[in-house]
T-cell receptor, first 115, second 111 residues
Framework: DAMVIQNPRYQVTQFGKPVTLSCSQTLNHNVMYWYQQKSSQAPKLLFH???????NEADTPDNFQSRRPNTSFCFLDIRSPGLGDAAMYLCATSRDRVAGSTEAFFGQGTRLTVV | DAKTTQPPSMDCAEGRAANLPCNHS???????VYWYRQIHSQGPQYIIH???NNETNEMASLIITEDRKSSTLILPHATLRDTAVYYCIVRALYNTDKLIFGTGTRLQVFP
């Protein structure tokens, strides 16, 4: 059974048109991550939540925003997608060290195409 | 900043052991070594992690040198399905719990 679910698997959006990617989890993990992965590159951390605390990476463009309304859901908003934002977007979850095992579970990703 | 160094690619014959090295010479005392792999077009998958002792699970073994400056992931009997990019990650388990990927090793298992 899928534990980290990303919807949709494939998303096509127009240049400059806001788009939202979603991630849900059934693991009740308190840490959630968003990564961007471009072709033939390693996943790049955009930001992550530790419970409700939002942690932005210093080099994440302002064009990328995130929301976490509750433990189970997290959203990635791209306010004005450019051609350079075409990539696979990966969501992941983990527990924190205090809670025990800290392995991260990844979703299958959403492949974003910008036209 | 990259905290790990891995060879960009390796080959391994099916059925043989695959030994994937990782250098993490600047690792600090509270940082763990994690290994993940990513099969084409899928999300990364956790393999194993360790602090200073060698670890083994159903997927692999992790050998960490005594000075903790390097480690080796061992897949004891590689199969074609083990063809993937393998990432060695050094991770400090502070409250922020970051997971930062390096460039990884592309392992090709051939028949």
């Amino acid at each position: 059974d899928a534990m980290v679910i990303q919807n949709p698997r494939y998303q096509v959006t127009q240049f400059g048109k806001p788009v939202t990617l979603s991630c849900s989890q059934t693991l009740n993990h308190n840490v959630m991550y968003w990564y961007q992965q471009k072709s033939s590159q390693a996943p790049k951390l955009l930001f992550h939540y530790y419970d409700k605390d939002f942690n932005n990476e210093a080099d994440t463009p302002d064009n990328f925003q995130s929301r976490r309304p509750n433990t189970s859901f997290c959203f990635l908003d791209i306010r004005s997608p450019g051609l350079g934002d075409a990539a696979m977007y990966l969501c992941a979850t983990s527990r924190d060290r205090v809670a025990g095992s800290t392995e991260a579970f990844f979703g299958q990703g959403t492949r974003l195409t910008v036209v | 900043d990259a905290k790990t160094t891995q060879p960009p690619s390796m080959d391994c014959a099916e059925g043989r052991a695959a030994n994937l090295p990782c250098n993490h010479s600047t690792i600090s005392g509270n940082e763990y070594v994690y290994w993940y792999r990513q099969i084409h077009s899928q999300g990364p998958q956790y393999i194993i992690h360790g602090l200073k002792n060698n670890e083994t699970n159903e997927m692999a073994s992790l050998i960490i040198t005594e000075d903790r400056k390097s480690s080796t992931l061992i897949l004891p009997h590689a199969t074609l399905r083990d063809t993937a990019v393998y990432y060695c990650i050094v991770r400090a388990l502070y409250n922020t719990d970051k997971l930062i990927f390096g460039t990884g090793t592309r392992l090709q298992v051939f028949p």
